[in-house]
């Protein structure tokens, strides 16, 4: 049985910094897209991040958002993935989701092609 397990959620203020962590269990990361989404109030989930891991280009795609703010990176070893988030705002408030594909070499933002999912991390930014 898979499990994706996200941590490192919390409230922070604005311009701060979290980092999330992404445990999988029962799969390889590796040659694996992983991302992560999150989702707001009233909004519709969206893809913040992701990568092929150990993929032949090693290029991350960042929602626009994003970019130069939140960085991933992964532990192999311990089949982690990492989701680093600075320069916090308040409308990164939202629950992330890391989330896993069943394909190899293959990254989308359409969620309903990822198989796998936590349970989600609440992240609030406070201004």
């Known amino acids: 049985q898979v499990r994706l397990v996200e941590s490192g959620g919390g409230s922070v203020q604005a311009g701060g910094s979290l980092r999330l962590s992404c445990t999988a269990d029962g799969l390889t990361i590796s040659r694996r897209c992983m991302a992560w989404f999150r989702q707001s109030p009233g909004k519709a989930r969206e893809r913040v991040a992701s990568?092929?891991?150990?993929?032949?280009?090693?290029?991350?795609t960042s929602a626009d958002s994003v970019k130069g703010r939140f960085t991933l990176s992964k532990d192999n070893a311990n089949n982690i993935l990492y989701l680093q988030m600075n320069s916090l705002r308040p409308e990164d408030t939202a629950i992330y989701y890391c989330?896993?594909?069943?394909?190899?070499?293959?990254?989308?933002?359409?969620?309903?092609?990822?198989?796998?999912w936590g349970q989600g991390t609440q992240v609030t930014v406070s201004s």
């Open positions: 989330a896993a594909r069943m394909q190899f070499y293959s990254c989308t933002d359409d969620e309903s092609r990822y198989s796998y």
């Open positions: 990568l092929v891991v150990d993929g032949p280009d090693g290029s991350t």
